[in-house]
Structure formats: structure tokens, C-alpha cells
């Protein structure tokens, strides 16, 4: 099942980065794609026994960042924004952002505070993310914090 709002990117794949549970990654080369609905279906080199694909249940295909769909400006992939400095404009230190909760409204970032959760509203009006520092500028709004 995609996890990419580009499954236009499967068109041309020739190969993909898969990541098993346990974190190890190895390349796969890529015979054939075809959609089947809101799912894919891939023929991959080398792979060609149910047994052996078996032994890639729950693995995830993940693409290098150098390989990333652009996006637009003011937008940001999850593992941009993951690990980011939480600060708010006067420079008090807030937290690092461990996790991104997707919500129907908007998305909520999840900021481990000292051993506590902070949960931060990704609005555009109340946070400033700024990549090149490696950190998410929050304006201090009375009851957030």
C-alpha cells in the first residue's frame, strides 16, 4: 500500500531501498509495477517464490533523501520536521520533536518536553520551521505551553 501522496513516482522506479523490521536495508531491483486500486503490486529481481517473499512481510520500500518528490514551499515531510529543536521566539528551549501525528484539520507534533508530551498544532500562524537551523520556532501563545 503507498504511503506517498506521488504514487506517480512508481512509474519509473528500477529499483527501491527496502527496510525490514529490524532497520537493515538492502536494494531491490524492480521488474514490474502494476496498481491494483489504491494498491501496488511490484515484481522484484530475484524474487520468485512466496516463501521469499514471505520473509519480506512488514518490511517498508523508502526512497534516499535525493530521491524525494519536491514539495512545495511551507511544506515538509515527516522526517524533516522528526528531530527538530522546539524553541519559542524568545529562545527558551521547548523540546525535540519525536513524532508527527496526522489529523484531519491539520498535523500535530509531538515534543518530548523533560520525559513529558507536549502536543504542538503544525499551524502555519503559530509555528516557524526553519530547516537550515534544524529547529521549529513556536510563538508563545497563553495555554499552549
Known amino acids: 500500500m503507498p504511503l506517498t501522496d506521488f504514487v506517480e513516482r512508481f512509474e519509473d522506479l528500477d529499483g527501491v531501498l527496502l ?19 489504491n494498491r501496488m ?3 522484484f529481481d530475484g524474487i520468485e517464490t512466496p516463501e521469499t517473499v514471505a ?4 518490511s517498508l520500500l523508502v526512497v534516499r533523501r535525493e530521491e524525494v518528490h519536491p514539495l512545495p514551499e511551507g511544506f515538509h515531510y515527516v522526517f524533516e520536521i522528526v528531530g527538530l529543536e522546539v524553541e519559542t521566539e524568545a529562545g527558551e528551549r521547548i523540546g525535540r520533536v519525536v513524532d508527527v501525528l496526522p489529523m484531519p484539520a491539520n498535523d500535530v507534533y509531538v515534543v518530548d518536553r523533560d520525559g513529558k508530551e507536549v502536543l504542538l498544532p503544525a499551524i502555519q500562524d503559530l509555528i516557524r520551521i526553519d530547516k537550515s537551523e534544524g529547529r521549529l ?3 508563545d501563545m497563553e495555554g499552549l505551553l
Open 19 to 37: 527496510e525490514r523490521p529490524d532497520g537493515s536495508r538492502n536494494r531491490l531491483g524492480v521488474e514490474n509495477i502494476r496498481a491494483y486500486g
Open 41 to 43: 503490486a511490484i515484481k
Open 55 to 58: 520473509e519480506l512481510r512488514g
Open 137 to 139: 520556532v513556536i510563538r
